[in-house]
């Protein structure tokens, strides 16, 4: 089943302690992004990857860290979380960014920073 | 830079009553519009989407039609269920401009009652 899969799904952690977000995708999609969700806000773009080893800011890219190694994973990192990273967050993939290719979405991570 | 402004919500109907959810964009250039859907608890799907000027996407009885006269995307469905009960998201894809991301509107909350 053509899938994104996130995990955790719910994570509760504290302010400063480090922190990863996985995000795999099983399409061979090229295009990866992450989301973040808040009330009133809609979703905003935190970071993105056009393919392995290329990947660039969003919209509201401060206080978090991606990686794409390889082509099914992004993982965001959060390595000091705050309280105002408290959110959820989705992962989204596409078979390509330049075009309006589908976005297939997570099924989210609700994060709580304390 | 791009946006979307979508109706607020929440939106409450009766069962088989008829849906209107607006939504209009500020784009440069010629953007793809696309409706997410978000059922409780769930990650955003694609219900529909339109790639030019007069295209109509349309799925499971909900359509929308691209107008760049008016540069809206309104999305309407003849009678609703309960099922339909979700957060409906009107988004647009600016291509390479916009980080080859979805700009979202706020989304739009509807509940359908038996």
């Known amino acids: 089943e053509a899938q994104v899969t996130q995990n955790p799904r719910y994570l509760i952690t504290v302010t400063g302690k480090k922190l990863t977000v996985t995000c795999s995708q099983n399409m061979n999609h090229e295009y990866m992004s992450w989301y973040r969700q808040d009330p009133g806000l809609g979703l905003r773009q935190i970071y993105y990857s056009m393919n392995v080893e290329v990947t660039d800011k969003g919209d509201v890219p401060e206080g978090y860290k991606v990686s794409r190694k390889e082509k099914r994973n992004f993982p965001l990192i959060l390595e000091s979380p705050s309280p105002n990273q408290t959110s959820l967050y989705f992962c989204?993939?596409?078979?390509?960014?330049?075009?309006?290719?589908?976005?297939?979405f997570g099924p989210g991570t609700r994060l709580t920073v304390t | 830079g791009d946006s979307v402004t979508q109706m607020e919500g929440p939106v409450t109907l009766s069962e088989e009553a008829f849906l209107t959810i607006n939504c209009t964009y500020t784009?440069?250039?010629?953007?793809?519009l696309f409706w997410y859907v978000q059922y409780p608890g769930e990650g955003l799907q694609l219900l529909l989407k339109a790639t030019k000027a007069d295209d109509k996407g349309s799925n499971k009885g909900f359509e929308a039609t691209y107008r760049k006269e008016t540069t809206s995307f309104h999305l309407e469905k003849g009678s609703v269920q309960v099922s339909d009960s979700a957060v409906y998201f009107c988004?647009?894809?600016?291509?390479?401009?916009?980080?080859?991301?979805?700009?979202f509107g706020k989304g739009t909350l509807l509940t359908v009652n038996p």
């Open positions: 988004a647009l894809h600016g291509g390479g401009g916009s980080n080859y991301k979805l700009t």
């Open positions: 784009a440069t250039g010629y953007p793809s």
């Open positions: 989204a993939s596409s078979l390509s960014g330049t075009s309006a290719y589908e976005q297939y």
